[in-house]
């Protein structure tokens, strides 16, 4: 089983849409998760940071953390089509621990 | 607002020859990790840099790989002798105690 695993897509909404990214994983002791968003040929742009489970919001994004299920996600509402990018899932054991990601999910949000 | 820059945005090398792969991490923050991705692959984590020593590394980052921090400013990489499969994109992170990791923009290392 993969350590973190992630839908590659890709997953095309129409502009407006709210759109559910989801990533799985395996080891328990995940304590923080974040999203990044990355464009093509670009670094990896921090956009949500969680610590343990609950739920952050921010402004259209909303990040979920279910540590009983093993299962993170993240909400995007009023879908812009300057959203469509790579969205990856990282997760990490310990503050200032390596993050491991997942594949990435490629969105295109269509005008 | 700052940001991790890195220098230079692509280099290309031949097989065997050595590369230094530049970073200039946001000020103040305190831990400094590079990650690489191969072309349509995870990004992978090589290296983390804590109170200047190496506080984690992957099984890919063997002796052909280092890293410094030479001044108060730059953290770098070096790669001894280049094989075809050191292709990747690299990047570096920084991050501070509140353990949000930010990235530069990246190098693309080429191997010929």
């Known amino acids: 089983q993969k350590e973190v695993e992630q839908d590659p897509g890709p997953l095309s909404v129409p502009e407006g849409a709210i759109v559910s990214l989801n990533c799985t994983y395996s080891n328990s002791a995940f304590q923080y998760f974040m999203w990044y968003r990355q464009y093509s040929r670009k670094g990896p742009e921090l956009l949500m940071y969680?610590?343990?489970?609950g739920n952050k919001e921010d402004g259209r994004f909303t990040a979920q953390v279910d540590k009983s299920s093993k299962y993170i996600s993240l909400f995007i509402r009023d879908s812009q089509p300057s959203d469509s990018a790579t969205y990856l899932c990282a997760m990490s054991l310990n503050q200032g621990g390596k993050l491991i990601f997942g594949q990435g999910t490629e969105l295109s949000v269509k005008p | 607002e700052p940001e991790v820059t890195q220098t230079p945005s692509h280099q290309v090398t031949q097989m065997g020859q050595e590369v230094i792969l530049r970073c200039v991490p946001i000020?103040?923050?305190?831990?400094f990790y590079w990650y690489r991705q191969i072309l349509g692959q995870k990004v992978e984590f090589l290296v983390s840099?804590?109170?200047?020593?190496?506080?984690?590394k992957s099984e890919i980052f063997d002796d052909q790989f280092s890293v410094e921090r030479p001044d108060g400013s730059n953290f770098t990489l070096k790669i001894r002798s280049t094989k075809l499969e050191d292709s990747a994109m690299y990047f570096c992170?920084?991050?501070?105690?509140?353990?949000?990791?930010?990235f530069g923009p990246g190098t693309r290392l080429t191997v010929l």
């Open positions: 840099f804590y109170n200047n020593e190496i506080s984690e």
């Open positions: 000020s103040n923050h305190l831990y």
């Open positions: 969680t610590y343990s489970s």
């Open positions: 992170a920084s991050g501070d105690r509140d353990d949000e990791q930010f």
